[in-house]
């Protein structure tokens, strides 16, 4: 890893070699080191201010996932099971383009305050060797207001 | 927002509805729908690409102009001749057979950086007729999706679960489709497991050149992986996203030939 980044309520780690494309008070990007073919792999973590449960989060999210994007598959739907708040994995793709697709690792919380959502993208056939980087940022994601 | 009472419980905390999610199935299946007897016209097309003389006004042969595989001749159209290639040639990429709820099968070929597919009804929500398959050109990076989507692969709650075992007759009087209400499961079977053995089951095996992956997808209560061992079945819960990624793996080892 090589440092964090964050917004005002959530932050992550920014793995080796990854760049920060964007940091604001409620959205981070950053992306994998570029020459990744097709699909520059990438993650972007987003607050914001809700007291909404988990269950409400998880929803929206996966309805947001068919609504944003036409075609797209959703695969699963999981209990993120670390972290101090409630939480979900979801898993989904959606075609991009004539030939390409990508798959979206999505992980929700919801801390009672903020609903905080990373949402990693890669091309699907990429999905084998960008999980354990989406896996990593998933597990180190800390929140301001635990602090 | 309606939570799954039961899957709440063994969570210990509010869990989603997901056996009720609709949308979110993948692309749209589009591609003309043959006969099985009409590829086998195809496949029996000289080597210029036309069909025998005497089964050109066949419903078969009516079928492949129908669907744009054939002229208004005999002769085959590009679209066609791609089929027949791929038919002869005999190397498939990934086959994969369902039996059980719903019974089919799915081929796919080689084609450049496209994949050749014919399908027969899946778990998916495009309907193909008993004894016909659709034919389709599927991007190879977007190959695994539509696999996914032809199996029925969907959200579900996971829970750990297994490795159990059952009788190979019971495993096998399971996936007999019957008009009757599903079958109990087996004395001593578990609660959670239970949930898996009334749902309706469809067992895929996909098979490629590298490896072959056999489960069950019961219903919208989640997926099994599936070891046969002579009279016994283990079953051991294969969580969705697991079942995906395997699918990424074993396309993506078919798609470098390791």
Redesign the interface.
């Known amino acids: 890893m090589s440092g964090r980044t964050g917004t005002a309520v959530a932050s992550i780690p920014v793995p080796e070699g990854w760049e920060v494309l964007e940091q604001t008070e409620h959205r981070v990007i950053v992306a994998a080191p570029t020459g990744s073919p097709?699909f520059r792999a990438n993650a972007v973590l987003t607050t914001l201010p809700s007291p909404a449960?988990i269950?409400?989060a998880?929803?929206a999210a996966?309805a947001n996932?068919?609504g944003e994007h036409p075609?797209?598959?959703?695969?699963?739907?999981?209990?993120w099971p670390s972290g101090a708040h409630?939480g979900r994995?979801?898993?989904?793709?959606y075609?991009v383009g004539?030939?390409?697709?990508v798959a979206v690792q999505q992980y929700v919380w919801a801390t009672g305050r903020h609903h905080v959502h990373l949402v990693a993208s890669c091309?699907?056939?990429q999905?084998?060797g960008h999980?354990p980087f989406f896996l990593d940022l998933a597990a180190g994601t800390t929140f301001a207001e635990d602090a | 927002?309606t939570?799954d009472e039961q899957a709440s419980t063994w969570?210990g905390?509010?869990?989603?509805d997901?056996a009720g999610?609709t949308?979110?199935?993948?692309?749209?299946r589009d591609g003309p729908v043959v006969p099985d007897a009409a590829l086998d016209l195809v496949a029996r097309a000289d080597r210029r690409g036309r069909v025998p003389r005497d089964a050109s006004g066949s419903p078969e042969a009516q079928a492949l102009r129908a669907a744009g595989l054939l002229d208004d001749g005999r002769a085959l159209t590009p679209f066609g001749h791609a089929v027949r290639d791929h038919w002869r040639a005999g190397v498939t990429f990934l086959e994969a057979h369902a039996r059980g709820e719903r019974p089919g099968r799915l081929t796919a070929w080689p084609s450049s950086?496209?994949l050749l597919v014919a399908a027969s009804a899946g778990a998916d929500e495009s309907p193909v007729p008993a004894g016909h398959v659709r034919l389709g050109v599927v991007?190879?990076?977007?190959f695994?999706?539509y696999l996914?989507?032809w199996a029925g692969?969907?959200?579900?709650?996971?829970f750990d679960l297994g490795p159990w075992e059952v009788p190979r007759a019971d495993y096998e009087a399971r996936l007999s489709p019957s008009a009757d209400a599903p079958p109990e499961p087996p004395p001593g079977t578990g609660e959670r497991a239970a949930r898996l053995w009334r749902e309706p089951w469809t067992e895929i095996v996909t098979v490629t050149p590298q490896s072959s992956l056999r489960f069950v997808v019961a219903g919208t209560a989640g997926a099994l992986r599936v070891d046969v061992r002579d009279d016994l079945v283990a079953l051991a819960v294969l969580?969705?996203?697991l079942l995906?990624?395997t699918l990424?793996?074993q396309t993506?080892a078919a798609?470098q030939g390791r």
């Open positions: 097709a449960p269950t409400d998880s929803s996966l996932a068919v075609g797209a598959l959703l695969v699963s739907c999981d209990v409630p994995s979801l898993l989904f793709t075609p004539e030939e390409s697709e091309a699907t056939y999905l084998e999980e | 927002m939570t969570a905390e509010p869990l989603e997901l999610l949308g979110g199935r993948g692309e749209q950086r496209s991007p190879t990076s977007r695994v999706s996914a989507a692969v969907r959200p579900a709650w996971s969580p969705p996203r995906f990624l990424v793996t993506g798609v």
